[in-house]
C-alpha cells in the first residue's frame, strides 16, 4: 500500500469512529468499544483489498463480506456509507424509530451480504458460500469477520474443522481479536490462547497482524496461503482511539453522555 | 417413505445442477446414491448440526437449493437459531428434511421423537410447513418443495408406511386431499398417522356414519377454504395428529375456524398429550398408548358436541 493509499485508510478510520460515536450517542445504544475495534481493519479491507462495488453490490463476482460481530455493525455501516453503498443520511436513523439501520448488521442494507447478531453464524454461513464458489469454480473470497466472543460459539469451531477438513483457501477469517468481552477480560472467560497455533492445528494458515496499523492490516490479508483456509488474528484495542474506552470490558455496553460524546469527538479528530 | 424421499430427490439432482445434500453424518443407506453422483454437490458436515444449517444457507444464497437431512429433531431444535436467523430471515432456499416424524424411531426413545416440531417451525416467518402421508404424497410432496423457492420444513416419515390414497394424488402446496367423503363429520389428519383415521373412518362408515376424511399435508400455508368448508358442510371437525397436543395441526385447524368465524362447530383434537413419550415400544404401539389409536379416533367423532 502506498502512503497516499494508506492516508485514504487512516482517513476513512478517522470518519468511521466519528460516525460510530454519533450513531451510538444518538441511538443510546451500546456496543462502541466493539466498533472502534475494527475502526481500522475496515476501511483497509474495504478500500485496499476486496472487490465490491458500492453501485452494483450484488454483482456476481464480488468477494463475499459477513460480518460474524454483528452487534459491531455500525463500524460496516459507516465504512460502507462513506464508500457509497447507501446514503449518508441513513446513518442518522441508527438505532431510532422506523430507522433505516438496526443495532446489528442487516441484509436489507446494499451491500450487506449477510444479517447477524447472534454470534457464531457467520463462519457457518462462510463456509457455505466457500463450497458454492469451489463448486461452481468461482474465483472471488469470502472474508468473515469474528470476535473473540464469536470464538466462544461451538458453531465457530464447527466451522473452522469444515473448513480445515476442505482446505477451502476462497476462505478468509479475520479475528477482531480485542481479548476483551461483555463481562470482562477474554483470557479470563474463556482464554482463546495459543489462537493462531489452535488454528494451524485444525488446518488453517494462520497469521497474527496489528490490527491498528493500516500497512501491517493490508500486508497480512494480500499475502495469503494457498492450499488452506487463512485465519488474520488481528490484535486489536477494544474502544480504540478513545483513551476512557481503551481496554476497558464496560464499553462493551456502555453508553454515552453528551459530555462523554464531546470528549470521545475530541480525542479521535486531533488523532493523526 | 424415507427411501421415496431420496428416489424423488436424486431424480431432480440429475436435472438440476443447483441441488446440493449439506448433511451432518446421517442418512446411512440412503443418501449414498446422492453422494456417489454429486459429489461436488455433497457435503457430510460431520455431527454438527448447527454448522450443517449455516453451510445450507451459505450454499442457498449462492442461487442453490440446498437440503439438510436427519433424524427427528436434529436439524430443527439443535439448530433452531440458524434456522430462524440464517435461514428463515434471509429466505434462503433450503429445504430442511426430517425422517421419522412423530415416535416413527419408537424405541429409540425421547430423543428421537419428533413431537413438538410442527408447532416450532410453523411458528418461523417464511417457512413452508409440509408432512405428507404417505408415499405418494412424499413423493410429489418432494416435488413441490423443490420447485418452491424458500425455506421448506418436511417432516418425512420413516419407512414402510402403507398407502392411505388410493390412486393418484394432486398435491399443492397450501392444498388438502380428500380421501372419503362423507357429512357426519371431518376427520383432518397430517402424517403417517392418517392411516388410523382412515381405519377409524372406515369403521364408522361400516356402522352407517359416514365421515370426510381430508389430508391436511400442507400445515403452512394451510388449505384454510377447506377447513371452513369441512365446518359449514359436514357436522363437526376432528383432527389427527402424531404430534404435541400444544401449537400443531389442531391449533393450526382451530385459529382458522376462530379466526373464519367458524368456531361454533364441534371440535376435538387427537393428539399426543403434553407429557414426555416415554414409555418404550414401537411407533403402532405408542400410538395407542398415546390415545393415537383407531378407537381413539373413533370416540372422538362419536363424541363430537352437537
Known amino acids: 500500500m502506498n502512503q497516499k493509499q494508506e492516508k485514504k485508510c487512516r482517513e476513512l478510520a478517522k470518519k468511521v469512529r466519528i460516525h460510530c460515536l454519533q450513531m451510538v450517542h444518538k441511538g443510546k445504544s451500546g456496543h462502541i468499544g466493539s466498533m472502534l475495534s475494527m475502526a481500522d481493519i475496515l476501511p483497509v479491507i474495504f478500500t485496499q483489498l476486496i472487490n465490491i462495488d458500492p453501485k452494483h453490490p450484488k454483482k456476481e463476482d464480488r468477494d463475499r463480506f459477513i460480518l460474524s460481530k454483528g452487534h459491531g455493525g455500525a463500524a460496516l455501516l459507516a465504512t460502507m456509507s462513506e464508500l457509497g453503498f447507501f446514503p449518508m443520511d441513513w446513518l442518522d436513523t441508527y438505532y431510532q424509530d422506523n430507522?433505516?439501520?438496526?443495532?446489528?448488521?442487516?441484509h436489507h442494507i446494499p451491500g450487506v451480504e449477510f444479517s447477524t447478531g447472534s454470534l457464531g453464524h457467520g463462519l457457518p454461513v462462510a463456509c457455505g458460500m466457500a463450497l458454492a464458489a469451489k463448486q461452481a469454480g468461482k474465483k472471488h473470497k469470502i472474508y468473515c469477520m469474528v470476535s473473540d466472543g464469536d470464538l466462544n460459539e461451538g458453531s465457530s469451531w464447527e466451522a473452522i474443522m469444515l473448513a480445515g477438513q476442505h482446505k477451502w483457501d476462497n476462505l478468509v477469517?479475520?479475528?477482531?481479536?480485542?481479548?476483551?468481552?461483555?463481562?470482562?477480560?477474554?483470557?479470563?472467560?474463556?482464554?482463546?490462547?495459543?489462537?493462531a497455533p489452535k488454528l494451524e492445528m485444525f488446518g488453517w494458515a494462520s497469521k497474527e497482524a496489528d490490527g491498528h496499523d493500516q500497512n501491517a492490516i493490508f500486508d497480512a490479508v494480500k499475502s495469503l496461503q494457498p492450499g488452506k483456509p487463512n485465519a488474520i488474528i488481528f490484535r486489536t484495542v477494544k474502544g480504540k482511539g478513545v483513551s476512557f474506552m481503551e481496554n476497558n470490558y464496560k464499553w462493551h455496553y456502555g453508553g454515552l453522555t453528551d459530555e462523554l460524546l464531546a470528549k470521545a469527538l475530541k480525542e479521535v479528530e486531533a488523532a493523526q | 417413505m424415507r427411501k421415496a424421499f431420496n428416489q424423488e430427490l436424486l431424480k431432480i439432482a440429475e436435472k438440476n445442477p443447483r441441488v446440493f445434500m449439506v448433511l451432518a453424518d446421517i442418512g446411512y443407506g440412503e443418501i449414498e446414491g446422492f453422494a456417489n453422483a454429486f459429489p461436488d454437490r455433497f457435503i457430510n458436515c460431520g455431527v454438527a448440526e448447527q454448522n450443517m444449517t449455516g453451510v445450507a444457507c451459505g450454499v442457498a444464497m449462492e442461487g442453490n437449493i440446498a437440503i439438510t437431512y436427519s433424524i427427528a429433531n436434529f436439524p430443527t431444535l439443535r439448530c433452531l437459531e440458524q434456522v430462524r436467523n440464517d435461514v428463515c430471515y434471509h429466505n434462503a432456499n433450503v429445504k430442511i428434511v426430517i425422517i421419522g416424524g412423530g415416535v416413527a424411531y419408537g424405541e429409540l426413545g425421547i430423543s428421537h421423537h419428533s413431537t413438538e416440531d410442527i408447532a416450532i417451525m410453523r411458528a418461523l416467518p417464511n417457512m413452508v410447513v409440509l408432512v405428507p402421508c404417505d408415499m405418494a404424497e412424499a413423493r410429489a410432496a418432494t416435488h413441490a418443495m423443490m420447485v418452491y423457492n424458500g425455506p421448506v420444513y418436511f417432516r418425512c416419515g420413516y419407512k414402510n408406511e402403507p398407502d392411505i390414497h388410493e390412486g393418484p394424488i394432486e398435491f399443492k402446496i397450501g392444498g388438502s386431499l380428500q380421501v372419503r367423503e362423507g357429512k357426519t363429520a371431518t376427520v383432518f389428519f397430517a402424517g403417517t398417522v392418517g392411516i388410523n383415521a382412515k381405519r377409524a373412518v372406515d369403521?364408522?362408515?361400516?356402522?352407517?356414519?359416514?365421515?370426510?376424511?381430508?389430508?391436511?399435508?400442507?400445515?403452512?400455508?394451510?388449505?384454510?377454504?377447506?377447513?371452513?368448508?369441512?365446518?359449514?358442510?359436514?357436522?363437526?371437525?376432528?383432527?389427527?395428529?402424531?404430534?404435541?397436543?400444544?401449537?400443531g395441526v389442531g391449533s393450526a385447524v382451530a385459529e382458522v375456524l376462530m379466526d373464519e368465524g367458524c368456531g361454533h362447530v364441534p371440535f376435538r383434537r387427537v393428539a399426543l398429550p403434553d407429557v414426555n413419550v416415554s414409555k418404550v415400544g414401537s411407533q403402532l404401539w405408542l400410538r395407542d398408548q398415546y390415545g393415537l389409536g383407531v378407537n381413539d379416533i373413533i370416540e372422538a367423532v362419536k363424541r363430537l358436541k352437537k
Open chain 1, 173 to 195: 477469517m479475520l479475528v477482531d481479536y480485542n481479548r476483551l468481552q461483555a463481562l470482562g477480560s477474554s483470557p479470563d472467560i474463556i482464554d482463546l490462547e495459543p489462537l
Open chain 2, 203 to 247: 369403521a364408522l362408515a361400516a356402522e352407517g356414519v359416514r365421515c370426510r376424511l381430508v389430508s391436511l399435508h400442507s400445515i403452512k400455508p394451510i388449505d384454510r377454504e377447506a377447513i371452513v368448508r369441512a365446518s359449514k358442510e359436514t357436522g363437526g371437525i376432528v383432527v389427527v395428529e402424531e404430534h404435541n397436543l400444544s401449537g
Open chain 1, 99 to 106: 430507522g433505516k439501520l438496526s443495532g446489528h448488521i442487516s
